[in-house]
Nanobody, 121 residues
């Protein structure tokens, strides 16, 4: 059973920083990509950033470019999101996502439980 466990959300003032973490556990045969998505109240879930597992190729939503940095630790099967210069519009539930394959299972997308990021002065 694969689980993605997130941590690091919380309350921060505008202009502040937070670091989100997500670690995968379970019987994982291979990981292909990792990412972070977010969903604000009344809005659809949107992509924030992705990173390929092997080469570390990154992709960012335009709204976070230059402020957020995604990184991974392949040995720890973990992905991180460093968020700087946070704005009110960054407030959302942030979800970790990994595309991976369990042994004897087809590859698929797995999601963390979500962690709340609140921006308040």
């Amino acid at each position: 059973q694969v689980q993605l466990v997130e941590s690091g959300g919380g309350l921060v003032q505008p202009g502040g920083s937070l670091r989100l973490s997500c670690a995968a556990t379970g019987n994982i045969f291979a990981i292909y990509s990792m990412g972070w998505y977010r969903q604000a109240p009344g809005k659809q879930r949107e992509l924030v950033a992705t990173i390929t597992y092997a080469g570390g190729v990154v992709n960012y939503a335009d709204s976070v470019k230059g402020r957020f940095t995604i990184s991974r630790d392949a040995a720890e099967k973990s992905v991180y999101l460093h968020m700087n210069s946070l704005k009110f519009e960054d407030a959302a539930v942030y979800y970790c996502q990994m595309r991976l394959k369990q042994l004897y299972q087809p590859e698929g997308d797995y999601w963390g439980q979500g962690t709340q990021v609140t921006i308040s002065s």
